[in-house]
């Protein structure tokens, strides 16, 4: 007898998780292939709802189901009160989330990569030291439910990283970028091109004065400005009444150049799966529109909690009980060039990363870090790398006058608080810059 027909006997709601994970990695360091590995989980996590209080737990081992039983009912009976009930059979919008072109590609190959960016990289500063790893992987998951739910998906991630080490006298570069995906990009090596770019202009030094003045957010900086909305968007913080926004619906609370979305249906992103691991479709969720708050995201607890529907949103692990998380986010792109946009600015700075950022009360929306990385932009050209910088400021004040949002916009792996972010580059008129002069 499975688990499934096992539990569905002895408690009034049941849930059964499986979940396959076939991963291929190759690591370099210090620019040289240092390992190879294959690697293969499987596994059964269940929930119960008995009497109504909620039990979890979960195994490796697919032959102890008795045991795995014993646990989950035994967890249950000190288990929370609950009061949300498993996900209701739906359909769901077809995602592609599996490319036999990842799922296959072997170990040489993705050495190959590995190669590709390193040739990408050290012909602009020989002295850099790089650590890769590439991985892909095939996962397999499938939810039943004492209600009919039976859904299975499939998801073949292809991820790319690169850590860039540059020791020079006093100056020391630290870099990270990642590209991540499930559907075979042909352009691959974007973000490597992104990072040789940055590598290039970086090597330059110059200074500016500390001072009120426009700040300039690329796309992976645009985190600054992001990371403090998605929390205060997690229907778990509007339950537990910590997000500044919880009753502000409907509200303009930003610049109309601002609209942020949630979108788990997105074809080859890392944060697109049919289901989510509740069995509940994925969809897109408008938050923010034209600077008016619309929604939050919810998974079947916190929405049961908040008297409203799941919006999709829980994730998991084989041995985390799901949670709220985001899909894709996707900060909508503007009107304007990039090439305007710092045409237009005599002198500021263009921030592309932040030393310290998601320490401390980020839901307030106040910040205050170092830069890790930014360049100054003077007379309307981008002229070097700027050190000894930190900027501040509330994103709630900061976003109510933004002077520009560009046309351009690129997905960012590595973030906080989602698998992938698309974002434009973000202009704010003036913010306080402090430092050395």
Not at 173 to 192: H, M, N, P, S
Not at 414 to 431: D, G, K, S, T
């Amino acid at each position: 007898m499975d688990i499934f027909t096992m539990l569905k006997k002895k408690a009034e709601q049941v849930q059964v998780f499986n979940l396959e994970n076939e991963k291929t990695t190759v690591e370099f360091e210090a620019n040289q292939l240092k390992a190879c590995a294959v690697t293969s989980t499987k596994g059964t996590a269940v929930r119960v709802i008995r009497k109504g209080r909620l039990g979890f737990s979960a195994s490796t081992d697919r032959m102890a189901v008795n045991k795995l039983a014993t646990n989950v009912l035994e967890s249950a009976a000190y288990g929370d009160q609950t009061s949300f009930s498993f996900a209701d059979p739906k359909s769901a919008i077809a995602v592609r989330t599996y490319d036999k072109a990842i799922a296959e590609l072997p170990i040489n190959r993705l050495i190959e990569i590995g190669q590709e960016i390193l040739d990408l990289i050290l012909p602009v500063d020989p002295i850099v030291r790089c650590n890769l790893s590439l991985a892909r992987g095939l996962v397999s998951a499938n939810i039943r439910n004492q209600k009919g739910l039976d859904v299975s998906f499939q998801t073949s991630p292809l991820t790319l990283s690169i850590t860039l080490n540059r020791m020079e006298e006093n100056d020391v570069l630290i870099r990270y970028e990642q590209f991540g995906a499930t559907v075979w990009e042909k352009d691959y090596l974007a973000f490597a091109r992104r990072l040789a770019e940055q590598l290039k202009l970086a090597r330059k030094l110059t200074t500016i004065k500390p001072g009120r003045m426009p700040v300039l957010f690329s796309p992976a900086g645009a985190q600054a400005l992001i990371l403090p909305l998605s929390e205060a968007l997690n229907g778990k913080e509007v339950y537990k009444g910590t997000s500044p926004i919880k009753d502000k619906v409907d509200e303009k609370l930003f610049d109309e150049k601002i609209t942020l979305v949630d979108d788990g249906t997105m074809d080859g992103c890392f944060g697109s799966t049919p289901y989510d691991d509740e069995g509940v479709p994925r969809s897109r969720n408008v938050l923010i529109e034209n600077g008016v708050l619309k929604s939050f995201i919810y998974d079947l607890k916190t929405a049961a909690q908040a008297g409203t529907q799941s919006t999709g949103n829980a994730v998991r692990s084989l041995f985390t009980q799901p949670d709220v998380s985001f899909g894709n986010v996707i900060l909508q792109p503007g009107r304007t060039p990039l090439r305007d946009i710092i045409a237009s600015i005599d002198e500021g700075i263009l921030v592309e990363s932040l030393l310290g950022l998601g320490m401390g009360n980020t839901i307030s929306g106040a910040f205050s870090n170092p830069l890790d990385l930014a360049f100054k932009i003077e007379k309307g050209e981008v002229v070097g790398r700027v050190k000894d910088l930190s900027i501040a400021g509330n994103i709630y004040d900061l976003l109510k006058d933004v002077a520009a949002v560009s046309q351009e916009a690129q997905w960012n792996y590595n973030f906080f608080y989602a698998p992938y972010v698309f974002a434009p580059y973000v202009l704010i008129p003036e913010m306080n810059v402090a430092g050395k002069s």
